[in-house]
């Protein structure tokens, strides 16, 4: 097994090549997302409080319930990011003529399968590092940051959670390489 960084490990064993990486962050930045998501549970939980020592007839009361329909629905995207943060890691392997593709959490996860034969144009993602979408796509309590895609039938596929611009440019080489073994096995 070969290791890129802290995150991202390599096997290359019996025709088959398989990449992990690990979505955990720096222990700072670990306990920041924690604490921020044990602070959006006490807000809420204090604006829960506070709405049902309303009474009725109040009109606040309708406004608080708006508001906490929001605060639930990013309350589920937080735990979620930190779930994915502290257990969850991406998984590829490319095998019998087949790239999977996997982000498991908590061991579990849908792969996705896509033939070798029909994935073109392996490479990184440009993308516009200034934009509003971009940094907030690299954010910690969000699951997405893909630095790496390929066209597969028509549609662009896009991989590689968290990864950092070195670990994606020495993924790309042999990424390439272990695709090009795979075609000329079948």
Known sequence: MEYLSERVSVERSGGRTTVVISARLPRA?????????????????????????????????QYLLVFLAFWTYYLVVVVKALVWRLKGY????????????KDSLLGYGKANDYFVDNIQQLGLLKVDERSWKWQLD???????????????????????KGLNDEEARRLVPLLKDALRTERRAQ
């Open 29 to 61: 930045k670990e306990a920041l997302l924690i604490a921020w998501t044990v602070a959006w549970l006490l807000c809420g939980a204090y604006i829960i409080h506070a709405r049902l020592q309303m009474t009725p007839g109040d009109p606040v009361r």
């Open 90 to 101: 991406e998984l590829w392997r490319i095998k019998d003529g087949t790239l999977t593709v």
């Open 138 to 160: 690299q954010s910690a309590w969000m699951i997405g940051g893909a630095r790496l895609g390929f066209e597969y039938l028509g549609r662009k596929v896009i991989f590689g």
